[in-house]
């Protein structure tokens, strides 16, 4: 699946006033798969303690079912290009809707361990799609001239979900009278966290019927009229649709099918460019960010934060994460992509160094001293604000925008999967880690976030401001 905003000619490929609005609500409406992203991803945060309970499992196995469903994500990240290639970005987006829907009800009812690892694994392959179709659609059908603003709605929408599931899980906690296996609705207050993500999931497939096909799709199986149409919805009758057309016609035409064999090359196996993506994405993961949204209630009561404040505290660090998703927004078209990984890398290593420092102390009565436990709640707040104003936006917009044309698709679909893979590996040695030591798994964070700067330094290119078809 190629992603494509063409180069504008003059007058041509910016919204005007009266269609952006419009180009919003597009953009909107397909970055409520990232709102289920990120509300899926982070949901199991609030039902980590009671599944370890229910099923009375040790750490690792603990690990392997919370991380379980990156799996999922991985294989729907590959698979998602070909997916909406041959029946549609739309299409695709209502497949993962269904998948969602059928994720949040298996995980509310569960017979056993084993089946709730099935549904999680159902709802990471629905992640794994909509990583892909949204930024790439968002890409599809944005105006240049408002690419990067229009696809860090896809990060700003998981954020929002991350939070919002932070708050139903403390809202839940609090009326099942803090007891994360206390008695909602006929069931355990986990499963209803769990079980309330059939609403979002059954908005996500109503907005998928009232949002366009991307051009560029249309193009592809020959429909030109329709494909016009839409270009005239979100670019504006003012906009020369004659040549618009003709141009993406071109673009396709200069281009095969990516696959993988494409991506093959060089003294390494795969093309220099493709490793950067997989650095991108290995490096945005390795920092530890999932740790803060899978375990963060988990991290706050082994230092001694009572269940309900360390839900409080989840929810905090959620709202701080949609703060700096917005600052990002605001200046990844003014300064840059690359200067904001930069800063957001130097924040990351301060406010991680400072979480391994607080951790480093003993517990004193079950709790961290009073000092080190303020210098651990602000430094991971410190922490998931720099991320989220850079490295949580601008990897999703790098990789949408900086693989050359005829690679783009195969491209971002490894480069997804890595992410995966990547997500997965912290997720399911975190609570090993832990329990070996708490601050020394922070120093590891530490390392990946400092060794980020020079690679970022010494092989990222700034993609700002240039066409799709520019990038080579």
Same mark, same amino acid.
């Given at each position: ?18 269609? #952006?609005?419009?180009?919003?609500? *597009?953009?909107?409406? @397909? ?17 980590? =303690?009671?599944?370890? %309970? &229910? ?16 799996? +999922? ?14 029946? !549609?970005? *739309? ?20 017979? /056993?361990?084993? %089946?709730? @690892?099935?549904?999680? *694994?159902? !709802? ?9 179709? +949204? ?14 603003? #229009?696809?860090?709605?896809?990060? /700003? ?46 908005? $996500? ?31 504006? =009758?003012?906009? %020369? ?11 396709? &035409? ?7 064999? %494409? ?24 920092? +530890? ?14 230092? !001694? ?29 003014r300064i840059g992509r690359k200067p904001l990984a930069l800063i957001g890398s130097v924040g990351m290593v301060v406010g991680l160094a400072l979480e391994a420092w607080a951790f480093s102390y003993h517990l004193v009565d079950g709790k961290l001293p009073a000092t080190q436990g303020w210098v651990a709640l602000v430094a991971a707040h410190v922490f998931v604000l720099f991320f989220a104003l850079s490295w949580g936006v601008v990897v999703w917009v790098f990789l949408g925008e900086m693989f050359p044309n005829r690679i783009r698709?195969?491209?971002? !679909?490894?480069? /997804? ?24 798994? $922070? ?5 990946? /976030? ?23």
């Amino acid at each position: 699946m190629t992603s494509t905003a063409q180069a504008p000619k003059p007058g041509a490929g910016t919204a005007h006033p009266d269609h #952006l609005g419009h180009v919003i609500f *597009i953009a909107a409406a @397909a970055a409520m798969g990232g709102f289920l992203f990120g509300y899926d991803s982070s949901v199991i945060n609030g039902a980590v =303690e009671a599944i370890r %309970d &229910r099923y009375d499992i040790g750490p690792a196995a603990l690990a392997q079912v919370i991380a379980i469903a990156l799996i +999922g994500c991985a294989v729907g990240a590959a698979t998602a290009g070909r997916i909406a290639d041959r029946i !549609g970005r *739309i299409r695709c987006m209502q497949i993962a809707a269904v998948l969602f829907t059928i994720s949040a009800v298996g995980s509310a009812l569960p017979f /056993a361990l084993w %089946d709730l @690892a099935l549904w999680r *694994i159902i !709802g990471g392959f629905a992640i794994g799609m909509a990583s892909v179709i +949204g930024p790439a659609y968002i890409a599809e059908v944005a105006p240049p001239a408002y690419r990067g603003r #229009l696809g860090s709605f896809q990060q /700003a929408a998981i954020v929002v979900g991350i939070a919002i599931s932070q708050l139903v899980n403390w809202g839940l906690l609090n009326a099942a009278g803090g007891d994360q296996r206390g008695k909602l609705m006929g069931l355990e207050a986990w499963q209803v966290m769990l079980g309330v993500m059939v609403v979002p999931a059954v908005l $996500y497939g109503l907005l998928s019927f009232a949002i366009p096909e991307s051009p560029r799709f249309l193009l592809s199986v020959g429909r030109r009229e329709k494909a016009r149409a839409i270009l005239a919805e979100v670019e504006g =009758e003012k906009t %020369d649709l004659d040549a618009r057309v003709a141009e993406i016609e071109n673009a396709m &035409r200069r281009e095969h099918k990516s696959t993988f064999k %494409d991506l093959l090359g060089g003294g390494f196996f795969f093309k220099p460019i493709v490793w950067i993506g997989i650095g991108l994405s290995v490096f945005q993961q390795f920092v +530890g960010i999932n740790v803060a949204f899978y375990y963060s209630s988990t991290l706050w009561q082994s230092v !001694g934060v009572d269940p309900t404040q360390s839900f409080f505290y989840s929810f905090t660090t959620s709202i701080i994460n949609i703060i700096g998703t917005v600052i990002a927004m605001i200046f990844v078209d003014r300064i840059g992509r690359k200067p904001l990984a930069l800063i957001g890398s130097v924040g990351m290593v301060v406010g991680l160094a400072l979480e391994a420092w607080a951790f480093s102390y003993h517990l004193v009565d079950g709790k961290l001293p009073a000092t080190q436990g303020w210098v651990a709640l602000v430094a991971a707040h410190v922490f998931v604000l720099f991320f989220a104003l850079s490295w949580g936006v601008v990897v999703w917009v790098f990789l949408g925008e900086m693989f050359p044309n005829r690679i783009r698709a195969a491209a971002l !679909g490894v480069a /997804a999967s890595a992410q995966w893979i990547a997500n997965w590996a912290i997720t399911a040695s975190f609570p090993s880690l832990a329990d070996w030591n708490l601050s020394g798994t $922070y120093v590891i964070y530490t390392v990946f /976030a400092a060794l980020s700067i020079p690679f970022v330094l010494k092989f990222v290119k700034e993609t700002k401001g240039k066409a799709l078809e520019e990038m080579g």
